[in-house]
C-alpha cells in the first residue's frame, strides 16, 4: 500500500546531503517543500504550506510546514528533522554513503561485526548517512500527510513540521513553537496528539519499542577561579584544575545521580569537556579552568539540579582545601619548615549571584561593556567561530573579571542546550484510549508483532518543545543562570506553556545512528511503521477530544 509511495521519496531524501548547521540544510529543505506542493491537495491549496524562518540564521534555514484541513479543529502533529550528521566517518566511502545499493555493496568488502553482516547479508535492512535518522521517518510522515490530503471527508487536521538543526541546537523545532502557535490561532487547531518518527534501537525480548516521552537534557557549566602562582611556589597559589577534576570525580558516572522513573533509571552524568583557560604555555598554575556536562532527566527539575551542584560544589572545595592543606603540612615536615596557616576561604556562587554583584556595582556601566561583548559572543556564534558552551564560559569569565573575583572559587552556570524532559504522564490533557492498545491492535494482527511502551525515549528529541510540564520556577532559574540568555540561546517558554498535548515516537527499528553501518529496517519504512500511524491518526479523529 505504502512502498510504491515512500520508496522514491525516501531514497530523493536519502540523497540529498542535509549535514547539520550548514547550508547543506537549505537543500533539502528545497526537496521537501517541491514534494509537498506536487501534490494535488497543495496545488489547490498552495496557501496551506510553506516555510517559517529561522531568524538571524547564517544558513537560511526553515521550518516547512504542511497542513491539511479536513473538516473541524481536531489536529494532529506529525513532526521530523531533516538535517543529519555529516558523511566524513565514510571516508573513502564517501562517494556512496547516500546511496544504499552501492554503500551495500562497498560494506561487504569491509571488515563487519557478525551482527552488521547479518544485516547486510540478509536484504531487509537499508543502509546510509540518515536512513534511520531519520529521513525514513521523514518520508513516512510526508506520504502519509498525502495519503489523508485524499480524503475529502477527513475529520481532522494532519499538520506536518519538518525542522533543522535537530543534531545541533534544535533551533527548528525551538523556531516550530511559534508556527504551532501562529496556526493554532490563526486556523483555530486543537492539537490532540504530537508524533515524531525517530527510529527506536532495539528490540526486547522479539518486542519493537514505542515511546511515551522524552528524556530532559541540561547541560551544566562549572568555572572554577584559582590563584595564579609559579609551578615552583605551588603552595602560594590555587590550582583551579584540581578542584574542576575533583567535581568531575564526584559527578562523573555517580549513579546517584540517576533520575528514576518506575524502575528505568537515565545514564548517570558523563563530563564532554574539561580543560584549564590558559592561551598559552608558562610555567604557571593556571588562573581558571571550566567543564561542563550532560545531565539526563525524567523528572529532576532545573531547581533541585541547581542545588546538587552548589552543594557538590561545596563539597569539592573543602575536599580540595583539606587535601591542600595536608599536602602543604606534609611538605613543610619534609622540608624542615614551620607551617604557616592557610588563610584560602573559597566560594560557591551561581552565575545569577555574580551577575547581581556586577549589576549592584555599577549597573549602567556593567550592562554597558557587557552588552557589547554578548554582541561579539553572538556575532562568533553566528559565525560558528565559537561552541555555545565556550560562549557561556567566555561571558562567565567577563562577569568575573568586571567584579574582580577573587579565587579559589567556582560558578555554577547552566549553557544550551536544555531540553525539557516529557511524558504523557506529566501531561494534563489525556486521550481517550490507549497508545498502546491501538498500535498493538494493528501490529499483533497484521505483523504478529508487539509493541511495548516505554516512557522516555532516550536518543533525545524535539519531542521536548511539543508541550510544557515545568513550573514557572524552573523557566526562572533557567533563564538567571545562562549566560546570554534571548541572546545567545532562548526558549519561547511563554509560547511553549501554551502548548499540552500528549506525545508518542513510534518510528522504524535503527541500528548504528551516527556510525557507517547506519541502517534501518526496509519492512518498517515501506509498511508497518506508515499503517500503525496511519491508524493512531485515524483513532484520534474517531474518538471525541481529550477526557
Known amino acids: 500500500m505504502f512502498e510504491e509511495r515512500i520508496r522514491p521519496l525516501f531514497l530523493r531524501l536519502l540523497a540529498t546531503q542535509s549535514d547539520t548547521n550548514t547550508q547543506r540544510e537549505t537543500y533539502i529543505e528545497e526537496q521537501i517543500l517541491s514534494w509537498i506542493k506536487e501534490q494535488p491537495y497543495f496545488q489547490e491549496n498552495s496557501h496551506l504550506c510553506g516555510t517559517y524562518p529561522l531568524e538571524d540564521d547564517s544558513h537560511n534555514r ?16 506529525l513532526i521530523h528533522h531533516h538535517d543529519a550528521i555529516d558523511i566524513e566517518e565514510y571516508g573513502k566511502l564517501k562517494a556512496v554513503a547516500l546511496r544504499p545499493d552501492e554503500l551495500q555493496v562497498a560494506l ?35 506520504v502519509l500527510s498525502a495519503v489523508f490530503s485524499e480524503d475529502r471527508d477527513l475529520d ?88 574542576l577534576a575533583d567535581l568531575q570525580k564526584k559527578t562523573e ?64 572545595v573543602r575536599d580540595t582545601l583539606i587535601h591542600f592543606q595536608d599536602a602543604y603540612e606534609n611538605y613543610c615536615n619534609l622540608t624542615g619548615v614551620e607551617a604557616e596557616e592557610i588563610s584560602i576561604e573559597p566560594k560557591v556562587y551561581t552565575f545569577e549571584m555574580i551577575f547581581n554583584m556586577a549589576m549592584n556595582k555599577n549597573q549602567d556601566l556593567f550592562m554597558e561593556g557587557y552588552g557589547c561583548f554578548l554582541e561579539e559572543i ?28 577573587e579565587g579559589p572559587a567556582i560558578i555554577v552556570a547552566l549553557s544550551g542546550p536544555y531540553y525539557p524532559h516529557i511524558n504523557n504522564q506529566f501531561i494534563s490533557t489525556k486521550l481517550p484510549f490507549a497508545i498502546e492498545e491501538v498500535i498493538n491492535s494493528i501490529s499483533e494482527e497484521k505483523y504478529n508483532l508487539t509493541f511495548e511502551s516505554h516512557g522516555f525515549f532516550m536518543g533525545i528529541s524535539d519531542l521536548s518543545y511539543t508541550s510544557w510540564i515545568g513550573k514557572n520556577e524552573d523557566m526562572d532559574i533557567i533563564k538567571a543562570n545562562s549566560p546570554g540568555w534571548d541572546f545567545i540561546y532562548h526558549i519561547p517558554f511563554k509560547e511553549l506553556s501554551t502548548l ?19 541502517r534501518v529496517f526496509t519492512k518498517d519504512v515501506y509498511e508497518r511503521i506508515p499503517t500503525i500511524i496511519k491508524a493512531l491518526i485515524e483513532k484520534c479523529f474517531e474518538k471525541a477530544l481529550y477526557i
Open 156 to 243: 481532522g487536521n494532519i499538520l506536518i513540521l519538518s525542522v533543522p538543526d535537530e543534531e545541533t541546537l534544535s533551533k527548528g523545532m525551538l523556531k516550530g513553537v511559534s508556527l504551532l502557535t501562529s496556526l493554532r490561532e490563526e486556523h483555530q487547531l486543537e492539537y490532540l496528539l504530537a508524533i515524531n518518527s525517530e527510529p527506536y534501537f532495539n528490540q526486547t525480548k522479539g518486542k519493537a519499542i514505542f515511546y511515551e516521552g522524552s528524556v530532559g537534557k541540561i547541560m551544566p557549566v562549572l568555572y572554577v577561579k584559582g590563584v595564579k602562582s609559579h609551578i615552583g611556589e605551588p603552595f602560594n597559589g590555587f590550582n583551579p584544575s584540581l578542584v
Open 62 to 77: 526553515s521550518v516547512v510546514w504542511s497542513l491539511v484541513k479536513g473538516k473541524g479543529s481536531k489536529t494532529v502533529i
Open 253 to 316: 558516572l555517580n549513579v546517584e545521580l540517576c533520575d528514576v522513573h518506575h524502575g528505568v533509571a537515565t545514564p548517570p552524568p558523563v563530563w564532554v569537556n574539561l580543560k584549564d583557560r590558559k592561551k598559552a604555555y608558562d610555567a604557571s598554575i593556571p588562573e581558571a579552568a571550566t567543564g561542563y556536562f550532560n545531565w539526563l532527566t525524567f523528572t529532576r527539575s532545573p531547581k533541585e539540579i541547581m542545588d546538587k551542584l552548589v552543594s557538590l560544589s561545596k563539597r569539592t
Open 108 to 142: 561487504k568488502e569491509r571488515r563487519l561485526s557478525p551482527q552488521v553482516k547479518k544485516d547486510l547479508e540478509s536484504g531487509e535492512w537499508t543502509f546510509g548517512r540518515g536512513s534511520a535518522d531519520m529521513k525514513a521517518g521523514a518520508a513516512i510522515q510526508l
Open 500 to 518: 499540552q498535548m500528549p506525545v508518542v515516537n513510534i518510528g522504524p527499528w535503527g541500528k548504528d545512528l551516527h556510525k557507517i553501518t547506519e
Open 378 to 405: 553572538t556575532e562568533a556564534l553566528g559565525k560558528n567561530i565559537v561552541t555555545l558552551p565556550e560562549g557561556t564560559t567566555r561571558l562567565i569569565e567577563y562577569v568575573t573579571e568586571w567584579i574582580d573575583l
